[in-house]
């Protein structure tokens, strides 16, 4: 791997990776470190505002987008796992920053510079693989729609886990409908989000796989929570995790 | 803070619904295979709609002119019951007493049969699920399969109490179908139908089926009666052509459907084929409004259905606990501005916004960012105590750090206790189907610091 030592890239965890995975937070540095980067961790960060805001709590995520930016002040880059809040950075924090003209100027300036994981890898860094093995026996991906669909990141994932040393990736059926977690949806319409989480490990499960990579963070969450209950034989693990060649 | 939409319970409407939406998800796909032509289409066919959409008045008056012109009549409604009233006097002095109806969300919308069977008229759904749907009494449980909810048991009881006994055999119930059907086109003095399209520039309406019942209810009975939405109009007869391709491709994925009519005012006293009376109803009911809001995008929706077909959640629950005669994503955005009765805001909230279906709309809607607005508008800023505290929880790296050292023990806590005691809150409904998330307490930006200071030493 050629190294790039004067990448200092700014990571930003994710509140959910913060306080419920930090394992998934620790592989991101990992691989990132292991492409010769020096990642650095923001001590102010917490979140980005994003489930408050597709809740449609529009003033309290205005305050918590301010926090984002002025914890992220000055960054160069950066680097996160989650697809969708990425997403909601670039496409929405600029808008809801309006009323302070700076900081909205500031937010678009981060906007721009602000990647998820597998994204900056391969795009910015031009990372065709990992040197990873792939999570054994035998695994699949779900992409997630932050990631896929609201980032429109449909390449990187896939190029770097197909690049992973070892079995190839099983085909998902049906891989690119939600698994059900959206937020505030999992706890106002806990039933219908239960029946989409059964249908997606339902699917794992048809595609022979005993690992389930998962593209973002909070469907990472959904997903092992559910597993955990009703199919304890599959493990769930993050792209991050995967692409670190971690459970290989 | 439930939300309405829950999974069908029977096993059965599950698999007819998975099987139905898994279909048209198919044809749909080979419909649009190439993306540049589906971007294409998209862009010209927001292009005619939107031009339209930016002078309805001008258009309006335009379309009016060339169907006068062509010997029709055209007629406003400002609302359902305006609309209700016009198709019931238009039937009154053309002395209808028997009329026959194609397929049209839009009478759906207004509650037509009601009000003709109230004064005396006839009218009969001629489209084979509507046919079925009209006799149970119901509303269409998707845009293209209004009865994909019923058995060919049920069927079959539903035609043997109203005609003649009949077995639960696709073939023998569609030949009593067809029977009934023939009898009353034959007998109609008017046929009704909605429009999928009408160009301004000619007068002309579109109307796409794949039985040909809307065909024999717009040529055979001597008058024909057309319900539009003021949505739907394009400028020209080329626009016309563009959405008479784009909606069957969405809808069933071919580049026409079985049936594509386009038709340009009445016959008149010549000895043409085809009515001898011509009535476009154009029907407003709240789109004006939604015009002149900032949920205008949704009048762009062809009612093709892709979007309910992509949705997990419309394939999950069906059509009918969304309340109304529109479902789906569309549905959701629709039925709360069209009809805004209590519950309807909840509709906003019956989505994970995973934005499939404004991937598939070949129109392009911003579906989950009209739920989205929804959402947003339906509270107020700042609206109740926990978003402001779970703001300044999320913007205070302390005040995190210190509500994940609590929330550690109480999430431990309540893993253990069974369903039966766990106390009110979002992990009663987080604990259907999934465990409690593990949480140590200690955040990974704390346990960076730390270890950097053991370093540090």
């Known amino acids: 791997m050629t190294a790039i030592p004067t990448l200092r890239p700014a990571f930003f965890a994710t509140c959910l990776v913060d306080a419920l995975a930090p394992q998934v937070g620790r592989a991101a540095l990992r691989l990132l470190a292991r492409r010769g980067m020096r990642p650095q961790v923001p001590a102010r960060q917490v979140c980005c505002?994003?489930?408050?805001?597709?809740?449609?709590?529009?003033?309290?995520?205005?305050?918590?987008?301010?926090?984002?930016?002025?914890?992220?002040?000055?960054?160069?880059?950066?680097?996160?796992?989650?697809?969708?809040?990425?997403?909601?950075?670039?496409?929405?924090?600029?808008?809801l920053l309006e009323p302070w003209p700076e900081l909205a100027a500031q937010a678009r300036e981060l906007a721009a510079r602000t990647f998820e994981l597998s994204q900056f890898l391969y795009r910015v860094t031009g990372l065709d693989s990992t040197g990873a093995a792939a999570p054994s026996p035998a695994w699949t991906y779900h992409p997630s729609c932050g990631l896929h669909r609201a980032l429109g990141e449909d390449e990187a994932p896939y190029r770097l886990l197909d690049a992973l040393a070892g079995e190839p990736r099983r085909p998902l059926p049906e891989a690119e409908r939600c698994c059900g977690f959206g937020g505030s949806f999992s706890v106002t319409h806990p039933e219908l989000s239960a029946r989409l989480l059964a249908d997606k490990l339902a699917a794992a499960r048809q595609a022979g796989a005993r690992t389930l990579v998962v593209g973002d963070v909070g469907c990472f969450l959904h997903l092992s929570c559910g597993a955990a209950q009703s199919d304890p034989e599959l493990r769930v693990i993050h792209l991050a995790e995967a692409l670190a060649g971690e459970g290989a | 803070m439930a939300g309405r939409l829950k999974p069908v319970s029977q096993e059965r409407l599950a698999q007819a619904l998975a099987g139905f939406t898994g279909r048209l998800r198919q044809l749909r796909a080979q419909g649009f295979s190439d993306p540049a032509l589906t971007a294409s289409f998209r862009a010209r066919a927001r292009a005619a709609k939107l031009e339209y959409l930016s002078r309805p008045a001008f258009y309006l008056a335009r379309l009016a002119e060339r169907v006068e012109d062509e010997g029709g009549r055209v007629h406003f409604a400002g609302d359902a019951a305006e609309a209700r009233q016009q198709v019931v006097a238009i039937c009154a002095r053309a002395g209808v007493s028997r009329l026959v109806k194609g397929k049209s969300m839009t009478c759906e919308e207004i509650e037509l049969n009601p009000a003709l069977e109230a004064v005396g008229i006839q009218a009969t759904e001629t489209d084979l699920g509507e046919f079925i749907i009209q006799l149970a009494g119901e509303t269409p449980f998707h845009i293209l399969g209004p009865a994909l909810h019923r058995t060919r048991r049920e069927i079959a009881e539903l035609f043997?109490?109203?005609?003649?006994?009949?077995?639960?055999?696709?073939?023998?119930?569609?030949?009593?179908?067809?029977?009934?059907?023939r009898e009353r086109f034959l007998q109609a003095e008017a046929g009704l139908t909605g429009v999928n399209v009408m160009a301004c520039d000619s007068g002309t309406m579109a109307l796409v089926t794949n039985e040909g019942n809307g065909r024999f209810c717009s040529t055979l009975p001597r008058v024909h009666i057309a319900v539009m939405g003021l949505e739907k109009p394009v400028p020209t007869l080329g626009d016309l052509a563009l959405i008479?391709?784009?909606?069957?491709?969405?809808?069933?994925?071919?580049?026409?459907?079985?049936?594509?009519?386009?038709?340009?005012?009445?016959?008149?006293?010549?000895?043409?084929?085809?009515?001898?009376?011509?009535?476009?109803?154009?029907?407003?009911?709240?789109?004006?409004?939604?015009?002149?809001?900032?949920?205008?995008?949704?009048?762009?929706?062809?009612?093709?259905?892709?979007?309910?077909?992509?949705?997990?959640?419309?394939?999950?629950?069906?059509?009918?606990?969304?309340?109304?005669?529109?479902?789906?994503?569309m549905g959701s955005v629709l039925t709360p501005l069209l009809r805004g009765e209590e519950g309807d805001e909840d509709l906003s909230q019956a989505s994970t916004l995973c934005g499939v279906c404004r991937e598939k709309c070949p129109m392009g809607i911003d579906l989950p960012g009209l739920l989205l607005r929804r959402r947003q508008e339906a509270r107020p800023p700042l609206?109740?105590?926990?978003?402001?505290?779970?703001?300044?929880?999320?913007?205070?790296?302390?005040?995190?750090?210190?509500?994940?050292?609590?929330?550690?023990?109480?999430?431990?806590?309540?893993?253990?206790?069974?369903d039966k005691h766990l106390p009110p809150g979002p992990w009663r409904g987080w604990r259907r189907g999934r465990r409690l998330p593990p949480m140590s307490g200690s955040t990974l930006l704390g346990a960076l610091r730390h270890s950097k200071d053991r370093t540090r030493g």
Not at chain 2, 160 to 181: I, N, Q
Not at chain 2, 300 to 314: A, F, G
């Open chain 1, 49 to 95: 505002g994003q489930s408050l805001f597709k809740a449609g709590h529009s003033a309290a995520a205005r305050r918590v987008a301010r926090a984002w930016v002025q914890a992220f002040s000055g960054a160069e880059l950066i680097v996160s796992p989650s697809g969708s809040c990425v997403a909601h950075v670039r496409r929405n924090l600029p808008g």
């Open chain 2, 383 to 418: 609206h109740g105590l926990l978003p402001r505290l779970a703001a300044e929880m999320l913007s205070h790296r302390e005040l995190f750090q210190g509500a994940c050292r609590l929330a550690a023990p109480l999430l431990k806590g309540l893993s253990h206790l069974d």
């Open chain 2, 244 to 329: 008479s391709t784009l909606l069957p491709r969405a809808a069933v994925g071919w580049p026409l459907s079985s049936y594509v009519s386009w038709l340009r005012g009445a016959a008149g006293r010549s000895a043409g084929a085809g009515p001898r009376e011509f009535h476009l109803v154009i029907v407003d009911n709240g789109r004006s409004r939604i015009l002149a809001s900032d949920y205008r995008e949704i009048l762009l929706c062809l009612r093709c259905s892709s979007c309910l077909n992509h949705c997990p959640i419309y394939i999950a629950a069906g059509g009918h606990q969304y309340g109304w005669v529109y479902t789906g994503p």
């Open chain 2, 160 to 181: 043997s109490r109203h005609f003649e006994p009949v077995d639960p055999d696709p073939k023998a119930l569609t030949a009593l179908a067809r029977k009934v059907l």
